[in-house]
């Protein structure tokens, strides 16, 4: 059979592997990474950085298994603090690069007045990363007065990256800066539902409202309703909280082709994310006589370190739910 590991990316706290056999006149019962998932799909998120782990890939084939291990060691994380932006006299926007993925938990901006004296605790917030660079606002900051940042990750055993300090003053002149706002691919598409995920952090003004639209139709109906704010001509608008925005939409048609996007509206007016498509399956009779919701329950529960455990443990267990959902929990 010849099982095959193949690795499609890594970062110091992500790691996804794709398996793959030669098949042949061969008749497979199952495939799957030992420990973590089946099928031929690896995704394992908060690992620890500077860590190495093993995973091993099998195919069963008439009660006979097949299999291969690959090691990976997980890299450091790493930082580039860039200039913040300040807006205005009580606003800044923070940036830095990194290499965690855009599933980190842990990440975000440390930051203090810069004539604060030492025994003064820096606050820290925590930000989303999206593409590589990790984004945060600072707002209701005190007029002309000089701040300094820098980026941080703590990882799920506690151990915590720092980037540089940067400093930065709040202006004495408005500079006005657009939301920052991105659309992602749907998941999870019956039939009849699907989730859809964007993330959202404001610019120079506060958010009034934000959230998704989604209509039938291809996305070029995009330029018919850019103005829309309702439910007008097809197009349903639906309020999500959060700098990272969830919402399964259901009561859908099957078969069919639906376009979506995030919004985030300001005072200035309302700005789009990237427009997505996605069609729902065709119904089968097992979906359609199916009347409750499939029941999410626990699969598999490991330690910060990414050892399988058969029980809860003292401290943080990795939960992995039926639904695909990862959760920290600390147990007492």
């Not at 061969?26 to 099928?39: L, N, P």
Request: proline letters at 4%.
């Amino acid at each position: 059979m010849n099982p095959v590991i193949t690795q499609t990316s890594l970062t110091p706290d992500s790691y996804t592997a794709t398996g793959s056999y030669d098949q042949g006149d061969a008749v497979v019962t199952e495939t799957g990474f030992t420990d973590y998932a089946t099928g031929n799909t690896l995704s394992l998120i908060n690992l620890e950085p500077g860590e190495t782990y093993t995973v091993k890939y099998y195919v069963v084939v008439s009660n006979k298994t097949y299999s291969t291990t690959a090691t990976f060691s997980t890299p450091a994380v790493e930082f580039t603090t860039l200039a913040a932006k300040a807006t205005s006299n009580t606003v800044a926007l923070l940036c830095a690069t990194t290499n965690l993925s855009d599933d980190a938990v842990g990440a975000g901006f440390e930051w203090r007045r810069y004539d604060a004296p030492d025994l003064v605790p820096s606050t820290q917030s925590e930000c989303p990363v999206i593409d590589g660079v990790l984004t945060g606002a600072l707002r209701n900051l005190s007029e002309s007065t000089y701040y300094m940042y820098r980026p941080y990750y703590t990882s799920p055993a506690g151990v915590t990256t720092y980037g540089e300090w940067l400093a930065f003053g709040t202006a004495d002149a408005y500079v006005y800066f657009d939301p920052t706002i991105r659309t992602y691919s749907a998941t999870s598409v019956g039939s009849t539902s699907a989730t859809v995920k964007a993330y959202a952090v404001a610019g120079s003004d506060d958010i009034i409202s934000q959230g998704f639209e989604y209509w039938a139709g291809g996305s070029s109906s995009a330029n018919q309703v850019k103005r829309v704010a309702s439910t007008d001509d097809g197009v349903t608008r639906v309020e999500v909280d959060g700098q990272w925005m969830t919402l399964t939409i259901e009561d859908l048609e099957p078969s069919t082709t639906y376009s979506y996007r995030a919004f985030v509206t300001t005072a200035v007016g309302t700005t789009y994310g990237e427009t997505m498509t996605f069609t729902t399956d065709v119904p089968t009779g097992i979906e359609d006589a199916a009347a409750e919701p499939a029941e999410v329950y626990e699969i598999a529960r490991y330690t910060t370190d990414g050892k399988k455990i058969s029980s809860p443990q003292s401290g943080i267990n990795i939960i992995r739910y039926s639904d695909g959902t990862v959760k920290k929990v600390l147990v007492k």
